[in-house]
């Protein structure tokens, strides 16, 4: 479906229960054609303020719009497949792959710590893995992290999919869903390596900066799906 690329104005339309997004004066549609339709005045508002902030329909972008978009499209007609598909990725998250220098790696897992315990809560041993070696995880953890996924609704998988999509990490994912992780330390652990291999430069600001932009969206879409 053809959708617009620069954003001249959004509103909300209500019809009875349902707050549609509107930019440009027409309903606002998700890449397969789904309008972006909400039970939430709240949330339709946000979605709206958001895409006007932005100025564009950039869907490489995390926004309120791609997280609905990402929820309508792609999850809600195949959960198991999108709990699936996020498993997948968790032998790569980063919290199990501390790096070999023992200044940073100590760095990284103070910054880390409420990822690792958050599998520590689940009960099997964290497999945390050397450098350049694969994480080896055991089934009970995959299993135990398949139950968090499958009590989770669609607009929380889709928070924790482009987690694992955009950040690389599953255990941030689901607790950044669940509203269980403070920005300030879902930041700190995202930025912690860049920080300290760049620290003679001016770009570690800007890249946390940006960092925050994305988790604040992330934590916002995920509270205004209770």
Do not use: C
């Not at 039970?39 to 309120?64: C, F, K, M, P, Y």
């Not at 501390?98 to 100590?106: F, G, I, M, S, V």
């Amino acid at each position: 479906m053809q959708l617009p690329t620069s954003i001249e104005t959004t509103d909300v339309r209500a019809y009875e229960s349902a707050y549609t997004v509107m930019i440009n004066d027409a309903p606002l549609f998700t890449p397969k054609g789904h309008p972006v339709t909400v039970s939430s005045w709240d949330l339709a508002n946000a979605i709206a303020d958001d895409l006007a902030e932005e100025g564009t329909l950039d869907l490489q972008r995390v926004t309120l719009y791609s997280l609905y978009a990402t929820q309508r499209d792609f999850i809600e007609d195949r959960v198991d497949a999108t709990i699936g598909a996020i498993l997948e990725h968790l032998p790569g998250d980063f919290a199990l792959h501390p790096d070999a220098e023992a200044a940073l790696a100590a760095k990284q897992l103070r910054a880390w710590a409420p990822l690792l315990e958050f599998f520590r809560d689940l009960g099997p041993e964290v497999p945390v893995a050397r450098p350049l070696q694969q994480a080896q995880v055991p089934w009970e953890l995959t299993e135990a992290l398949r139950m968090q996924l499958l009590a989770m609704h669609p607009a929380q998988l889709s928070v924790v999919l482009n987690a694992v999509m955009n950040l690389g990490s599953v255990s941030l994912g689901i607790l950044l869903a669940r509203q269980a992780i403070a920005l300030d330390q879902a930041v700190g652990a995202l930025t912690v390596t860049y920080t300290h291999v760049s620290q003679e430069r001016e770009e570690p600001e800007r890249f946390a900066a940006e960092t925050r932009q994305l988790v604040r969206r992330l934590l916002r879409y995920g509270r205004m799906n209770p």
